[in-house]
């Protein structure tokens, strides 16, 4: 219902969106978001995925970084670029803790929808310097592979 709400109503559907995220878990907040893009995507709703990416809760920003390459429009990719500097300015000195608190599955989910995203296509160059530049193990076992 939220959905169809969002999509004929967005102005006093956001709100109530935006409610629900903050009284439901993380995990529970992202399934809300994967039943709400896959119905509707708007400028409103991108908003908030530009909110939770720049959490530093691992989940809602992996999340959001996944959502935003899979409908976000092209200028979302300066978004998730400047979120991936962002991430590997703070963790590339401290990559095992990265490891081990799940903080690298932000970076492994900016890389993946950077170079992958429906919206925009990186060159071939730019793709394999991403790649080299993986901090942590998820990032590198996921990224280096494809």
């Known amino acids: 219902m939220l959905a169809y709400f969002a999509k004929h109503n967005e102005q006093e559907a956001l709100p109530l969106v935006e409610q629900a995220l903050s009284e439901l878990e993380i995990e529970q907040g992202n399934w809300l978001l994967d039943a709400l893009t896959k119905l509707t995507f708007s400028t409103g709703i991108d908003s908030i995925l530009k909110q939770r990416l720049e959490l530093d809760e691992p989940a809602a920003a992996s999340h959001a970084a996944y959502v935003i390459s899979k409908y976000g429009p092209a200028s979302d990719e300066k978004v998730l670029l400047a979120r991936l500097e962002r991430w590997s300015k703070e963790w590339r000195d401290r990559a095992a803790e990265a490891d081990t608190n799940l903080q690298g599955t932000v970076e492994r989910e900016l890389m993946l929808g950077l170079i992958s995203a429906?919206?925009?296509?990186?060159?071939?160059?730019r793709v394999a310097e991403l790649r080299r530049s993986c901090v942590s193990k998820y990032c590198?076992?996921?990224v280096q592979r494809r």
């Open 118 to 125: 429906k919206s925009w296509k990186l060159s071939e160059e």
């Open 140 to 142: 590198r076992e996921s």
